[in-house]
Nanobody, 119 residues
Framework: QVQLVESGGGLVQAGGSLRLSCAAS????????MGWYRQAPGKQLELVAA???????TYGESVKGRFTISRDNAKNTLYLQMYSLKAEDTAVYYC?????????????WGQGTQVTVSS
């Protein structure tokens, strides 16, 4: 079974930085698009950033210029480098990927990692 496991969340002061990682495991034939989403308390899930298999990126308006998404296809790992963090970036961050495994293509989600930014 294909899984995505996030790491790197934690508590950071406003203005600081964090790097999230998301590792895909299991029998994986191919990975298309991957992305990071977040959900703050009482708010809807929102796109933070996404990257295609070819490396094209998309960012949510609120993180443009501060966050950078990247992927290492050889390691089946997705990253999110976050700079100039603000209190409003506090949320649970989820990794998502369109992954081909033995059962075919699946939309896979990680369990989430908490990011807390103190002001």
């Amino acid at each position: 079974q294909v899984q995505l496991v996030e790491s790197g969340g934690g508590l950071v002061q406003a203005g600081g930085s964090l790097r999230l990682s998301c590792a895909a495991s299991g029998i994986i034939f191919s990975i298309n698009g991957m992305g990071w989403y977040r959900q703050a308390p009482g708010k809807q899930l929102e796109l933070v950033a996404a990257v295609t298999s070819g490396g094209s990126t998309t960012y949510g308006e609120s993180v443009k210029g501060r966050f950078t998404i990247s992927r290492d296809n050889a390691k089946n790992t997705l990253y999110l480098q976050m700079y100039s963090l603000k209190a409003e970036d506090t949320a649970v961050y989820y990794c998502n990927g369109d992954i081909a495994g033995p059962g075919g293509w699946e939309d896979v989600w990680g369990q989430g990692t908490q990011v807390t930014v103190s002001s």
